[in-house]
């Protein structure tokens, strides 16, 4: 066994590690904006016009973080009775990374669009989707979360 008891759910799935669900939140940002505005009622409008100021823009990001926030909802759905939520989970690896890129695609557009004007948003958003790119790539325990255990 390559991992402690405790870090595996009441199935007997491996839970996802933390920086795994934080960097889903990061990939989800633009729902955590948009409920942060949402919530604050009078200024819900500033608060999405200093964040994205290009409504297109949050259109966009709303759009790629649907998958990570299906991913946050289904690895809490795991067990062995449901083989599609497991099959799904499957792919949520490359689910993941395809996210995370094409986040750091629109990043780099974001930096296009400013005429390469430094931004410390876009500096530290870029920087944490470089990292969590690169966790993702390279940690077996998130490889080892992603794996349904073997059926009877």
Do not use: C
Request: net charge positive.
């Amino acid at each position: 066994m390559r991992y402690a008891i405790d870090q595996y759910d009441k199935h007997g799935f491996l839970k996802a590690p933390k920086l795994l669900w934080l960097g889903w939140l990061l990939l989800a940002k633009a729902w955590v904006v948009f409920v942060v505005a949402g919530a604050s009622r009078e200024s819900g409008s500033k608060i999405l016009a200093i964040v994205y100021p290009d409504h297109t823009m949050l259109y966009l990001g709303l759009a790629m973080g649907v998958p990570s926030i299906l991913l946050l909802w289904l690895f809490g759905l795991r067990s062995p009775d449901r083989h599609w939520v497991n099959h799904i989970v499957a792919w949520g690896k490359t689910i993941t990374l395809v996210t995370a890129l094409a986040q750091l695609s629109q990043s780099i557009y974001h930096v296009y669009l400013l005429h390469g004007a430094f931004s410390w948003t876009n500096g530290v958003v870029m920087l944490l989707l470089l990292w969590f790119i690169l966790y993702v790539a390279n940690s077996r325990s998130v490889k080892d979360s992603f794996v349904a255990p073997p059926t009877q």
